[in-house]
């Protein structure tokens, strides 16, 4: 299975990216999906995560500015959308599926398969 992520890059901080994962071979809408983050020299941690029908989300206390996670089940498609972006919030960002939901607060272990992340660079 394969997972790719998108959109992330380089902005200023306030700015906002929207980051937006596709799986493709992946039965998306049966999959609980998550997006984690990972700075160098850190754990890889849970930033929101979504229930395989949409109607259920959670976010990480441990992120401090405004962020929405989304999924289109048609498109097959999830979203991270972060606004008011401050340098911390840099680091490399990972889309994640999960065949048998997940656990609160996140944990990288529920997680079944994973992207090779985009990165997201907040300057100054």
């Known amino acids: 299975v394969q997972v790719a992520e998108s959109g992330g890059g380089l902005v200023q901080a306030g700015g906002s990216l929207n980051l937006s994962c596709t799986a493709p071979g992946l039965t998306f809408e049966g999959y609980a999906m998550g997006w984690f983050r990972q700075s160098p020299g850190m754990e890889r941690e849970g930033v929101a995560a979504i229930s395989s029908t949409g109607s259920t989300t959670h976010y990480s206390n441990s992120v401090k500015v405004p962020v929405t996670i989304s999924r289109d089940n048609a498109k097959k498609i999830l979203y991270l959308q972060m606004d008011n972006l401050k340098p911390d919030d840099t680091g490399r960002y990972y889309c994640?599926?999960?065949?048998?939901?997940?656990?609160?607060?996140?944990?990288?272990?529920?997680?079944?398969?994973w992207g090779q992340g985009t990165q997201v660079t907040v300057s100054s």
């Open positions: 994640a599926a999960s065949g048998g939901g997940y656990h609160y607060p996140l944990r990288v272990a529920d997680f079944d398969y």
